[in-house]
């Protein structure tokens, strides 16, 4: 049962390079979404879906852009990386219950530098 | 921030003790969860507690949730290094977006 899988696991990119994190979840889960986790800052939510062609932002959602074209599919796009993009990626899913979500499912992460 | 607060920053406690944690947070809420994250790992979930349930155990696990103080609890009983790990609660505030605290660092020392 491979839950959610991220790839890459690390990632080096130049300033004002652009890339996709890719992030897969085998669960049916409706809701997916991306947070990054920087030192002393816990986890904070840049994009949500609550299912396939419908995402909004969260607290942190500028320099991302997301589309959800599959249910199983929520790649996270950098259009012009930034040195404080540097971080911790982490794509979650969960099933949505009436009254509030489930549990999250994490991936493992992506480690991201941006020189 | 919607953050929700954890506290302590980092509990250090010998093997066999209890270790507690707290979580306060600011606007009212449809479910609290308690996630554990090991160094380098993804964060997997430890239990969920609704905004109408006040106490729930799973295991050596016993949360506690007190809607009008807006904090919660994580007690984990008879630790074992094990249980060294990051701690982090999230809340549920409008059934679609879940904001974590900055966590607690627990170290169980053998």
């Known amino acids: 049962n491979a839950g959610v899988t991220q790839t890459p696991k690390f990632q080096v990119l130049k300033t004002g390079q652009s890339m996709t994190l890719q992030c897969a979840q085998d669960?049916?889960?409706?809701?997916m979404s991306w947070y990054r986790q920087d030192p002393g800052m816990g986890l904070r939510l840049i994009h949500y879906s609550v299912g396939a062609g419908i995402t909004d932002q969260g607290e942190v959602p500028n320099g991302y852009n997301v589309s959800r074209s599959t249910t199983e599919d929520f790649p996270l796009r950098l259009l012009s990386a930034a040195p404080s993009q540097t971080s911790v990626y982490f794509c979650?899913?969960?099933?949505?219950?009436?009254?509030?979500?489930?549990?999250?499912?994490f991936g493992e992460g992506s480690r991201l530098t941006v020189l | 921030s919607q953050q929700g607060e954890e506290d302590p920053q980092a509990l250090s406690i010998q093997e066999g003790e209890n270790a507690t944690m707290n979580c306060s947070y600011k606007?009212?809420?449809?479910?609290l969860q308690w996630y554990r994250q090991n160094s380098g790992r993804g964060l997997v979930h430890l239990i969920l507690i609704r905004s109408n349930e006040r106490e729930k155990h799973s295991g050596r696990l016993r949360v506690t949730l007190d809607t009008s103080k807006k904090s919660s609890s994580l007690l984990i009983t008879a630790s074992r290094a094990a249980d060294t790990a990051s701690y982090f609660c999230a809340t549920d505030f409008t059934g679609n977006q879940f904001y974590f605290g900055t966590g607690t660092s627990l170290t169980v020392i053998p």
């Open positions: 979650a899913s969960s099933a949505v219950w009436r009254g509030g979500n489930g549990e999250l499912f």
């Open positions: 669960m049916n889960h409706e809701y």
């Open positions: 606007t009212s809420i449809n479910n």
